[in-house]
């Protein structure tokens, strides 16, 4: 046992982990409880992606109830260790695709949010998936160029407007990704806009983008419908 499990143990003894959904005192630090865990609503591995400029967007869960909180733990709570635990998931849940691409291109943050978060929780998550695929490699090039406002309570016209043109590839990176299957990979998918950003961006510079990668997707309500149909046959 290293110090750093020992010290660990100590501080688990004092403030026990908990679920990062429903805050119910769990096993490990990163873990769900078991409820949390059965209310997870898994995706089909093919949900497409419906903007025109991605090839494909691959989720593990639907962004509703439980996923919600999770994401938020993770962004917004300092729960970095859900890390290990979302990626080992989605890793489970995409394995084949994972086992086609070079490279994973997490979803930038800008500088001045990333300095106040203390970290990229998507590229937390590439690095997690890099660790169960041999070889795959994680590239940081792509880069904010500008500040954009929060999303969140912006509509779908104004949050595209909000992040285009704001992606752009660092110098570096640019010969990195040359002739490499890339994929992107985010926590969250909503309207889109950030990963078309994104993929607009490498495909500038001639990158072949497969698809988006994240870990819950908000489903259009047409989608939702099928998939309760689905589940009624
Ligand atoms: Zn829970």
Not at 93 to 116: A, S, T
Request: overall charge positive; glycine content about 6%; aromatic content about 6%.
């Amino acid at each position: 046992m290293t110090l750093k499990d020992v010290v660990e143990v100590g501080v688990n003894c004092v403030w026990p982990p908990t679920c990062a959904a429903c805050r119910q005192v769990v096993q490990a630090n990163g873990a769900l409880c078991q409820s949390c865990w059965a209310e997870l609503q898994f995706l089909p591995h093919n949900v497409a992606g419906d903007i025109d400029s991605l090839p494909g967007v691959y989720a593990a869960v639907c962004y509703d109830g439980v996923a919600q909180e999770i994401v938020k733990a993770f962004k917004f709570r300092q729960k970095v260790r859900l890390g290990r635990t979302l990626g080992a998931l989605l890793y489970l849940c995409h394995r084949d695709l994972l086992n086609c691409v070079d490279c994973l291109v997490p979803v930038p943050l800008h500088r001045q949010r990333l300095f106040e978060r203390g970290y990229n929780q998507s590229a937390l998550l590439a690095k997690e998936l890099s660790l169960h695929v041999k070889e795959l490699e994680v590239c940081n090039g792509l880069v904010r160029n500008r500040k954009t406002s929060q999303q969140i309570g912006l509509s779908r016209a104004a949050r595209w407007k909000n992040l285009s043109g704001s992606m752009v590839i660092d110098e570096i990176a640019r010969s990195d990704l040359a002739g490499k299957r890339v994929l992107l990979v985010d926590d969250v998918y909503t309207s889109g806009a950030t990963l078309h950003a994104c993929t607009r961006a490498l495909q500038h510079e001639g990158v072949d983008v497969l698809g988006g990668l994240v870990f819950a997707r908000a489903l259009p309500e047409r989608m939702v419908l099928d998939m309760d149909l689905q589940k009624d046959n």
